[in-house]
């Protein structure tokens, strides 16, 4: 079977496979997978919280794809900036077009200093409490 694309744009696809991880004292990068984007540049937005609510107020990152008409599993990323020690945040990717909005599935992790006290300065990485939190989607809509 062949896949036959799209002939016109369409609303985004919503990212996949966010991840965070350290990157500062107070800082940590959002990363994710746009699995395709067909016939119109999209930007993103990366709404985040800290907490485990997405309500307002809001914190966002917004993130240009530049202007690929066609593109396959693309990773793009976006740096959270101020961050507070030991801290659970929320967030999420909104990707959008001329056509619409789609949003990602909501993810939170727990930020840790990485030269904080007891910090293993091998590893990067932020630890995951999140995956999907249905709670959240229902505050965004």
Sequence with gaps: DIAIPPTGP???V???NLRSRNT???SATI??????VIYTPESYVVNYIAGACLGQPLMSVPVQSGTDFVSENQIFSADLTGLVDNTT???QVVATNSVGSTTSAPQSFIFSDP????ADSSSDSVGIVGGVLGALVALLL
């Design 89 to 91: 945040y929320s967030y």
């Design 31 to 36: 990363e994710w997978t746009v699995p395709i």
């Design 115 to 118: 030269s904080g006290p007891g």
């Design 24 to 26: 500062g004292a107070t």
């Design 10 to 12: 369409v609303q985004p």
């Design 14 to 16: 919503a990212p996949i």
